[in-house]
């Protein structure tokens, strides 16, 4: 039988190593869990979200997904923000997106990919919704930066707009919803100019990030 052996050695190893350089590391993380952010991003490997902004577990509450979409009839993306705003009581939730994102680049492929076409249809919204920005599509690394980005800036306002935060927003709760980026190329973040502390800035900040997408856009 094949239990991955390999995987339990590096656990114990980690473990171990964990345990020989900081004594009090899991009985502290083990007594309770107090992020004060939520990171909404994408399921690949290769964006690893505590690695990323170099917080230990405990720190930074997780939900990941193929593209980082936030769909309003998304269960479990919307109890996950829930628990975290509510009852963790998070500052501030993270949508992060990431350059060279297979999930949109196979959401505008003419390509049938099966059922997940139907979760990527969020995508193409996107791009219907923007297409005077992007352009007719070429595939072009520079769409496909600008889709990645513009991804991103619409599910962070998809997060503004669900009951979690309008209730949490008209309670006084201080939680700040951003727009992220990430660069495979070179390990960096880049904000995408979209930071909403309050239902009354969804509109502006939109439109503020989206006019950084079309100055790029532009050249």
Same mark, same amino acid.
């Given at each position: ?7 339990? @050695? ?10 020989? &350089? ?7 993380? $083990? ?12 399921? @690949? $490997?290769? /964006?690893?979200?505590? &690695? ?14 193929? $593209? ?10 919307? $109890? ?14 993270? /949508? ?7 999930? /949109? ?36 690394? &520079? ?13 962070? &306002? ?15 709760? @201080? ?15 880049? @904000? ?9 800035? /969804? ?17």
């Amino acid at each position: 039988m094949n239990t991955l052996a390999p995987l339990f @050695d590096k656990n114990r190893e980690w473990s171990n190593r964990i345990n020989a &350089e900081t004594p009090e590391f899991f009985p502290t993380l $083990s007594a309770q869990q107090a992020p004060e952010y939520l990171w909404i991003g994408c399921s @690949d $490997s290769r /964006v690893p979200a505590n &690695e990323i902004v170099d917080l230990l577990p405990g720190e930074l509450f997780v939900h990941r997904n193929v $593209s980082n979409l936030v769909v309003h009839t998304d269960m479990n993306c919307l $109890s996950v923000l829930q628990y975290a705003v509510q009852v963790l009581k998070v500052k501030h939730v993270m /949508v992060v997106g990431h350059y060279g994102c297979g999930g /949109v680049k196979a959401a505008l492929d003419t390509r049938p990919n099966g059922l997940i076409d139907n979760w990527l249809g969020h995508i193409r919204d996107v791009y219907y919704k923007h297409r005077h920005l992007v352009g007719e599509w070429q595939a072009t690394d &520079e769409q496909f930066a600008r889709m990645c980005e513009l991804n991103v800036i619409e599910q962070a &306002e998809n997060v503004c707009n669900t009951t979690v935060m309008r209730e949490a927003w008209a309670r006084g709760q @201080d939680v700040t919803v951003h727009g992220w980026i990430y660069g495979l190329h070179d390990g960096l973040l880049t @904000d995408l100019n979209f930071c909403v502390s309050s239902m009354d800035q /969804v509109d502006s900040e939109h439109r503020r990030a989206i006019e950084r997408v079309e100055r790029l856009a532009k050249g």
